[in-house]
């Protein structure tokens, strides 16, 4: 049985989510929504679908069953509630929103409309990224001390410039925090658990955004245990991603979603896997050459359509990574330590 799929938003993401819905057998791309006609005519050429710059008229389109939203951050959940309304499943590119409140407001529409809402936060597929969570959840690492996250990425001046929406308050919702830096803060809430309050500093050092480029957080978990988070677009040239977790047990250290180091009081060698790591180059660019990970998250809402099922992350669990950044970014603002749950 083929599922159709629309895609919305036409540019370099929605080529990622193309190009994985093309990789998985029974999947058929029935349109594409851009508000750059060209682009959007050049993607249907390539994936096929009919293309469209009207969007009302896409929701309308048929057969259809979900649509994969990759458009600016900003529209996320306006675009989202609108495909519920057509009774579409819901399949988000992360935030799923730029607010809690536009957050709830697309829940609500979902739950409401009977349809699936998922948000795609790939990273949780890689192996070696579910291989440290099966370990922490069994409580192998002891008692969780310490966590800390580095996303010292690096974004040339056009990436900025040549996009009408990237680091922008109205469509982004901030710059590094809510864009790069989302998906570390998912993987810090999948891995350690709620934070319940944080400390945090930001600034706009080198690029000419509204939001911020360089922030830096210190986050107090559920469990007692500490954490740091740095993250940044301002860190030239670039450093691959980097999540180190410390606990009684021992420290294993992440990088490029790869466990490269496991220093253990008792050896755990199935720890180190032998999958070839992510090939995207995060650090420094922008374009995803790799997308084993979308496929997984889409293969995965698939499944939760067919089964009635829950998708690996629905809105509800989506929003947790949005209500933390949102506390990071009043901590910011305001000077104060914030509640963060």
């Not at 540019?11 to 851009?34: E, K, L, M, Q, S």
């Not at 508000?35 to 710059?53: E, I, Q, V």
């Not at 008792?266 to 720890?271: F, Q, T, V």
Request: proline letters at 4%.
């Amino acid at each position: 049985m083929t599922t159709h799929i629309g895609l919305i938003g036409g540019g370099n993401i929605t080529n990622t989510h193309a190009r994985a819905a093309r990789a998985i057998p029974g999947v058929d791309i029935a349109a594409i929504y851009g508000a750059h006609p060209d682009k959007t005519a050049d993607l249907c050429r390539n994936y096929g679908g009919t293309p469209f710059s009207d969007i009302e008229r896409f929701f309308m389109h048929r057969p259809m069953e979900l649509v994969v939203i990759g458009s600016p951050s900003g529209l996320h959940a306006e675009h989202g509630i609108k495909a519920a309304r057509h009774g579409l499943h819901v399949l988000s590119e992360k935030p799923i929103g730029i607010s809690t409140d536009r957050a709830d407001a697309l829940i609500a529409e979902t739950e409401k409309a009977g349809v699936k809402l998922g948000v795609i936060f790939q990273d949780r597929s890689k192996p070696d990224v579910h291989r440290l969570k099966t370990f922490l959840a069994k409580g192998a690492l002891g008692k969780l001390i310490l966590a800390d996250a580095q996303v010292k990425w690096y974004r040339p001046p056009e990436y900025y410039g040549n996009s009408s929406w990237r680091g922008t308050l109205a469509l982004d919702g901030g710059g590094a925090l809510i864009n790069q830096a989302a998906h570390t803060v998912d993987l810090l809430l999948w891995l350690m658990g709620d934070v319940v309050s944080v400390q945090a500093r930001m600034a706009t050092a080198l690029h000419d955004i509204e939001g911020e480029d360089t922030v830096i957080a210190l986050l107090e978990f559920a469990s007692g245990a500490m954490g740091t988070l740095v993250a940044a677009t301002s860190a030239y040239p670039g450093y691959p991603r980097r999540i180190e977790i410390t606990g009684s047990e021992g420290t294993i250290t992440l990088e490029h979603d790869r466990i490269i180091r496991a220093d253990l009081r008792s050896p755990h060698p199935e720890l180190i896997g032998n999958e070839s790591s992510d090939r995207n180059q995060s650090a420094t660019s922008a374009v995803v050459s790799d997308v084993r990970g979308h496929q997984a998250i889409l293969e995965d809402f698939l499944h939760a359509i067919k089964t009635n099922s829950r998708p690996a992350c629905d809105g509800r669990e989506g929003r947790r990574s949005l209500a933390l950044i949102e506390a990071i970014y009043e901590s910011a603002r305001s000077g104060n330590r914030m509640p963060a749950s």
